[in-house]
């Protein structure tokens, strides 16, 4: 059975910083495409970033793009999307996804097989 577990997201005020990791059991992520996807009550799934575990290819929404970082780790098998200078408008429940899209369905979330169940990030003005 594969299981997506991301990490606990949390309360933080604008222009701070978050790290959110996402593992994975059942799976590795080697062959896979990890991403992370946002969403707030009421709105559609939105694409954040998204990294290819074989060759580190990342991609971001431009409305991260500066500010959020995404990154895979050999040792740990884990996914990371480190995110700076946080604004209230990135406030969603943010939940990772792993898949093996093309770079035309990367940010597409009907792209990606596995999900976790996703965190709850809030960041106050």
């Known amino acids: 059975q594969v299981e997506l577990v991301e990490s606990a997201g949390g309360l933080v005020q604008a222009g701070d910083s978050l790290r959110l990791s996402c593992a994975a059991s059942g799976i590795t992520f080697g062959g896979y495409s990890v991403a992370w996807f946002r969403q707030e009550p009421g709105k559609e799934r939105e694409f954040v970033a998204a990294v290819r575990w074989s060759g580190g290819n990342t991609w971001y929404a431009d409305s991260v793009k500066g500010r959020f970082s995404i990154s895979r780790d050999f040792a740990s098998g884990a996914v990371y999307l480190q995110m700076n200078s946080l604004r209230s408008e990135d406030t969603a429940v943010y939940s990772c996804?792993?898949?093996?899209?093309?770079?035309?369905?990367?940010?597409?979330?009907?792209?990606?097989?596995?999900w976790g169940r996703g965190t709850q990030v809030t960041v106050s003005s």
């Open positions: 996804a792993a898949g093996r899209p093309i770079q035309s369905t990367v940010r597409s979330p009907t792209a990606y097989y596995y």
